[in-house]
């Protein structure tokens, strides 16, 4: 059974930085895109940032030049690092991934549960 489980959310100053982890489990043949989302509250979840398994990366305008996504395969993990935060970044996180278990020739789509995030004084 393939999970994906984040981790590093929390409550951070305005200004302040966060890490985010996302931890794939399971048996995993190949992670393909991996992506963050957000979903603050009363709004629509919102892409954050996307990166391939080639390391091509992709950023949402409002984060440019603050987020960086990156992703260790042999851990099988994607990082969202997170600099000069801003309340309007406050939400739930959550990433999504296409993965091929092992031993299967079906590449699947995959969610976790989320990590709360929250940039408040």
């Known amino acids: 059974q393939v999970q994906l489980v984040e981790s590093g959310g929390g409550l951070v100053q305005p200004g302040g930085s966060l890490r985010l982890s996302c931890a794939a489990s399971?048996?995993?043949?190949?992670?393909?895109?991996m992506t963050w989302y957000r979903q603050a509250p009363g709004k629509q979840r919102e892409l954050v940032a996307t990166i391939t398994d080639g390391g091509g990366t992709n950023y949402a305008d409002s984060v440019k030049g603050r987020f960086t996504i990156s992703r260790d395969n042999g851990k099988n993990t994607m990082y969202l690092q997170m600099t000069s935060l801003n309340p309007e970044d406050t939400g739930v996180y959550s990433c999504?991934?296409?993965?091929?278990?092992?031993?299967?020739?079906?590449?699947?789509?995959?969610w976790g549960q989320g990590t709360q995030v929250t940039v408040s004084t």
């Open positions: 399971g048996s995993i043949f190949i992670i393909y895109t």
């Open positions: 999504y991934a296409y993965i091929r278990p092992m031993g299967s020739t079906h590449v699947g789509s995959y």
